[in-house]
Nanobody, 117 residues
Framework: QVQLQESGPGLVKPSQTLSLTCTVS??????????WSWIRQPPGKGLEWIGYIAYSGSTYYSPSLKSRTSISRDTSKNQFTLQLSSVTPEDTAVYYC?????????WGQGTQVTVSS
């Protein structure tokens, strides 16, 4: 059973960088052909895909967020990390990590991130 768990600050100030880590257990993030995504849901809105890191380490980001997004990984810890720079209150959302790139079979429970001064 694969499990994912998000961690990171729940409050970020405007213009700062949001940083979240997803710790994966029950499976390796380097296993062939698996993709590991970050997704968010702003209050009152639908899910928004942010980007993914592949089993190979390659990354792909949503065009609307690409200029502010970086996803990296630590294979020794079986973790992958989201960094979103220059945040504004519009980046307030529940952030999820999940396995997959268009369809997702395992999700973390989600973590609330609020951007506020």
């Amino acid at each position: 059973q694969v499990q994912l768990q998000e961690s990171g600050p729940g409050l970020v100030k405007p213009s700062q960088t949001l940083s979240l880590t997803c710790t994966v257990s029950g499976g390796s993030i380097t296993t062939n052909y698996y993709y590991w995504s970050w997704i968010r849901q702003p209050p009152g809105k639908g899910l928004e895909w942010i980007g993914y890191i592949a089993y190979s380490g390659s990354t792909y980001y949503s065009p609307s967020l690409k200029s502010r997004t970086s996803i990296s990984r630590d294979t020794s810890k079986n973790q992958f990390t989201l960094q979103l720079s220059s945040v504004t209150p519009e980046d307030t959302a529940v952030y999820y990590c999940a396995r997959g790139r268009e369809r997702y079979d395992y999700w973390g429970q989600g973590t609330q991130v609020t951007v506020s001064s």
